[in-house]
């Protein structure tokens, strides 16, 4: 079969440690273009541009992969789309929920693949944890995603500007496993969001859920201020006492204190080897609720002022 032509549009980090050498291990894509307004070119790809519509014009381009920040992500999901090419989308997909409805809506009209890629859900931890998980009653909850933003995101001032998500950027992640693995719907009863005094997105969140029309104690923490070491787990206890553990992001499970799986990420391979599939099949893959959940968050949550904060 002939290889899919993408083009990467956005040369970030997530982009060069992930998207480029998995593409490259992948027979099924051929990477033919890139675009960066920074004039970032890689070895061996035919086409490098900084004007993304440039790259959009390219008739060997079948599909994109969107990695700018989130602010601009629709904008240019809406050109790509008009161009007749696919699009995935890093996480989070756009920067408001309206927006991703539209993009949906755009694709179907338009005949195209639209693929929100939830990355932390591709680990096989997860799916593991959401087959443990089906049919039972989730009694208690509770996500730890720490880490240090200087780490993660060095001098990107672009993450604290509105629509930049902010603590959530990680914290995203842990929700688009939440929602994939608890049997109910989760639903955001309140948050405390913690914003630097010269920022415009949170460094730190607290959020408590309820999930279906039952009683259960959900909660979550998110903290951009860690260091030392990331904390990225989320533990479980079901009505009948036993307990499941995710820990590495997603990567590692254990039930009732056992471990089940634990493995290295294969979080994009994954990713692209379901982008191919979608492809071939000419279907979309949208997933809206973790989206959901952040902006529920920003509309019940209550603001509080904290120190300001220096990269």
Known sequence: ??????????????????????????????LVAVASQRGLAVDGVPHAVRDYRRLLEL??????AICTPPQMRHRIALEALAAGKH???????????????????????????????????????????????????????????????????PGQRWIWQAGGFGVFDPGIN??????????????????????????????????DFAAGAGEADLKAAFDWRQTGGETWDIAIETDDGSTLDLSAGGSRLAIDGRPVVDEAPAEYQRIYERFDGLLRAGRSAVDEAPL???????LLGRRRAVEPFAD
Request: without cysteine.
């Open 59 to 64: 008739p060997a381009v079948d599909a994109v």
């Open 174 to 207: 842990a929700l688009s496993i939440m929602t994939k693995i608890l049997p109910a719907p989760v639903f955001v009863r309140q948050a405390d969001l913690q914003f630097p005094a010269n920022a415009d997105a949170p460094i730190a969140a607290d959020i």
């Open 87 to 153: 699009v995935l989308l890093e996480k989070p997909p756009t920067a408001t929920t309206s927006e991703l409805v539209d993009l949906r809506h755009t694709a179907e009209t338009r005949g195209r693949t639209l693929f929100t890629t939830w990355h932390s859900q591709y680990n096989r931890a997860v799916d593991e944890a959401e087959r443990r998980l089906a049919g039972r009653t989730v009694r208690r909850l509770r996500i730890v995603w720490k880490e240090d933003v200087r780490k993660w995101h």
């Open 292 to 298: 959901r959940l952040v902006a529920d968050a920003f």
């Open 1 to 30: 079969m002939q290889a899919h032509r993408i083009g990467i549009i956005g040369l970030g980090k997530i982009a060069q440690d992930q998207h480029i050498p998995v593409i490259g291990a992948n027979p099924a894509f051929e």
